[in-house]
């Protein structure tokens, strides 16, 4: 199985920061990556795929980046309704797999 | 636009079989650049892809949970199941259901999810 590390698990930030969160796979995969946005009681949203590709209707303050092995995500002016947890997904070979996730509050 | 909502019940008993449903609306399950998921959330743990089932039948499933795991679909009522025997307190989560494109590679997505059924193994 391909194992996503991501970092950090969690960090503190405040309305307007930069934010970059980070996801390591275990083998090369390409750009075969996606980012999504977990909020708990709402559906989890797709962010990014394709590792760079804006999925429809997604604010462009939303950016991915990388290939290989090395992916960032990165939330270019943090606002009010970003605070929740992301997390990354391999789709370069089955099973699966996401990354643990990161959670962003409030600082 | 598609929604798709999870359901089944709440608790279930050690040993017996999980059973859940994905009512999809807004799109048919028999569109075929689609494939349809299941994923699970273990409290206060990262996701987990369970697997996937195409509107045709065929369906791949994680060897983590393979010998355990069957998913179904009903094109007739645009909804797709997952079944999930002799469980433990160990599967116990939050189960999603998802529409994904083609299952690997750069447009392997989940563009739609549910917002997930939370299912407790419990006797």
């Known amino acids: 199985d391909i194992q996503m590390t991501q970092f950090p698990s969690s960090l503190s930030a405040s309305v307007g920061d930069r934010v970059t969160i980070t996801c390591r796979a275990s083998q090369n995969m390409n750009d075969h990556l996606s980012w999504y946005q977990l909020v708990p009681g709402k559906p989890p949203r797709l962010l990014i795929y394709g590792a760079s590709r804006l999925q429809s209707g997604v604010p462009s303050r939303f950016s991915g980046s990388g290939s290989g092995t090395d992916f960032t995500l990165t939330i270019h002016s943090l606002q009010p309704e970003d605070f929740a947890t992301y997390c990354c997904q391999q789709t370069h070979t089955f099973p699966l797999t996401f990354g643990q996730g990161t959670t962003v509050d409030m600082k | 636009q598609v929604q798709l909502e999870e359901s089944g019940p709440g608790v279930v008993r050690p040993s017996q079989t999980l059973s859940l449903t994905c009512t999809v609306s807004?799109?048919?399950?028999?569109?075929?650049?689609?494939?349809w998921h299941w994923i699970r959330q273990h409290p206060g743990r990262g996701l987990e892809w369970i697997g996937y089932i195409y509107y045709t039948g065929s369906s791949h499933y994680n060897p983590s949970v393979k010998s355990l795991v069957s998913m179904s679909v009903d094109t007739s009522k645009n909804q797709f199941s997952l079944n999930l025997t002799s469980v433990t307190a160990a599967d116990t989560a939050v189960y999603f259901c998802?529409?994904?494109?083609?299952?690997?590679?750069?447009?392997?997505?989940?563009?739609?999810w549910g917002q997930g059924t939370l299912a407790t193994v419990s006797s």
């Open positions: 807004g799109a048919s399950i028999k569109n075929g650049a689609y494939y």
């Open positions: 998802a529409r994904g494109g083609p299952p690997v590679g750069r447009m392997g997505r989940l563009d739609s």
